[in-house]
């Protein structure tokens, strides 16, 4: 499921469904598959270590962007998106609210 998602919001030339499936090797309605499963599954894991500490944020950015790297040097010729005007997708915006603070979610701005 994280090869579709990843190539998908965090890839440029390799975000549409067919471009996907042909990159993977799967069908179309396979990729439509692992991304719907993906959004899920990452929406509950974001849900579930929301309140939770989180140890050294700079050492698992490293090793995930080394991780994302790997992936797509192996899915072929692709450029990392370098900024985005919105760092959300419109996929994931219903998780938009899981990433600010607690005091903003509960509506108390520090």
Known sequence: MRTPL????????????????????????????RLSQGRAKLAT??????????????QRLRASRAEVHELLAAAGPVRLVERRQDPYPKALAPLRPLALPL????????
């Open 103 to 110: 005091n903003e979610r509960a509506g108390k701005v520090s």
């Open 45 to 58: 894991a974001l849900a579930a270590t929301a309140d939770a500490p989180h140890g050294d944020a700079a």
């Open 6 to 33: 990843v190539l998908r919001y965090f890839a440029t030339g390799i975000t549409s469904y067919e471009r996907i499936a042909e990159v993977c090797g799967t069908p179309v309605d396979t990729v439509r598959s």
